[in-house]
């Protein structure tokens, strides 16, 4: 993979190709509007928590959770796939366009909509949850942003290892369940046991929900925090890593 440079008008003509791509493709549309707005409506009767404003918060967590894994890691993940098997990603590698910006720009519209539906959900929350407000929007935002980069990272590994699109629902699958169930968007891992919980706070999201958990709830220490960041940063660079390894321009045979 070339090295990391990044021309704005590049990127911002690949993410204008690959919307126009989304916007024509009804289905996965619908999937990355509608599928997060149901999950935290499903979301809201399965958590629990000693007081309304703890289930709101909860919610909302795992909401912002749903957001992310829906909106850009198994939508980039259908999408890696689709414009590699049609020889999009091959002709545009033969361009000015360089590896990242090829990568990045396929990922910018779906992390739009991410960035676009985290916070419409963070200003519909106490309308339609009764939830107060984030205890602090920076820790929010930065778990966000931070899932950015891992999650299109994430997808692009994921896609080297799905056949077609059709397939991808099942790829994307174990992610899915992993960070669900171990990394805090149901309940947070400390309410496992002891041995569980030290593992799944190691799994790729947990760092990332461990800083949206602490933007929406507040009470996270300082060593927490930084535990937390420095999961997120091994992990991002693990994905590259492996990206450069494995990623595939060329349609499998």
Known sequence: MSALTLDPGRLAALGRSELTLLVRNRATLSVAL???ASMVFVLRTVVGGDTAAAVAA???TGGTGMVLLLVVYMNLVSAYVARREELVLKRLRTGEAGDVEILAGTALPSAVIALAQVAVLTAAGGAVLGAPMPENPALLLAGV?????????LAALTS????????????????FLVTA?????FAAPDALPDTMASVCELLPLSGVMA??????SGG????DLLGAAL???????ITVFAVQKWFRWEPRR
């Open 181 to 185: 169930f171990g990394s805090g968007l």
């Open 231 to 237: 999961t997120t940063l091994a992990w991002v660079m």
């Open 211 to 216: 800083l949206v958990r602490a933007g929406w």
């Open 160 to 175: 080297a290892f799905t056949r077609n699109v059709e397939t991808a629902g099942l790829t994307t699958l174990p992610l």
């Open 34 to 36: 509608l599928m997060p």
């Open 145 to 153: 942003l931070a899932a950015l980069p891992l999650l299109a990272g």
């Open 58 to 60: 909860a919610t909302l």
């Open 220 to 223: 996270a220490s300082a060593y």
